[in-house]
């Protein structure tokens, strides 16, 4: 597609139920990233897959956070067990290949609110 | 109960000003910087981006200023036009990864017509 979209734009979930959010990355893009952004601070790093290697989990905050993605398709991350402060905005990011040379391209996000 | 809300650096300008944003980075080792707008309820839009061999880069109406000394990055944006409302981002990839961004908290602009 002609840009990264995500899916569903807003969430609202009761504590405790799992949630599975969605990103489309742009077509030809191998890199895609999650990213965090709570109200009012910056974003933070979740986790990277560049094709067919070995995700980069570094950043998701506990075992209740895991994320899957096919090859250089549709990914999806998936929350287990909600708390509410997992209440943010999830962002989804795609970039041709790394090193980057114009950082990536932003989807609007998943506004998720656990209440 | 206690109240949470915005903590952002605010900047607020008349239209037609110019507008300085700045940023302080964490990492020596950093190569690679990014400036993003971000718009309410939209994703971060790269705005304009310069390497570590650079101390000035250029654009449509924005200037971006790095000093590696004291690891700092500046915004200049010429004409501040009401379009231009948005949290500003500074974004570094820091060494050892030429993949991963760490950002900033933003700073609020705000244009005043």
């Known amino acids: 597609g002609a840009g990264v979209s995500q899916s569903p734009s807003n969430k609202v979930t009761e504590k405790g139920k799992d949630v599975e959010l969605r990103c489309d990355p742009i077509s030809g893009h191998t890199a895609l990233y999650w990213y965090r952004q709570r109200l009012g601070q910056g974003l933070e790093f979740l986790i990277y897959?560049?094709?067919?290697?070995?995700?980069?989990k570094s950043g998701l905050p506990s075992d209740r956070f895991s994320a899957e993605r096919t090859g250089e398709s549709v990914s999806t991350l998936t929350i287990q067990r909600t708390q509410q402060e997992d209440s943010a905005v999830y962002l989804c990011?795609?970039?041709?290949?790394?090193?980057?040379?114009?950082?990536?391209?932003f989807g609007s996000g998943t506004r998720l609110t656990v209440v | 109960g206690e109240s949470v809300g915005l903590h952002l650096p605010t900047l607020s300008v008349q239209e037609g000003d110019n507008s300085i944003i700045n940023c302080a980075y964490s990492n020596s080792a950093s190569d690679y910087f990014i400036w993003y707008k971000q718009e309410s309820g939209k994703g971060p839009q790269f705005i304009i981006d310069?390497?570590?061999?650079?101390d000035k880069r250029q654009g449509q109406r924005v200037t971006v200023l790095l000093n590696k000394t004291v690891k700092h990055l500046s915004l200049q944006i010429a004409a501040t036009q009401p379009g231009d409302s948005a949290v500003y981002f500074c974004?570094?990839?820091?060494?050892?990864?030429?993949?991963?961004?760490?950002f900033g908290k933003g700073t609020l602009l705000t244009v005043n017509p």
């Open positions: 974004a570094e990839n820091s060494g050892g990864s030429n993949y991963k961004l760490t």
């Open positions: 310069i390497r570590s061999n650079m």
């Open positions: 897959f560049q094709g067919n290697s070995a995700p980069d």
């Open positions: 990011a795609s970039s041709p290949r790394p090193p980057l040379l114009y950082g990536y391209t």
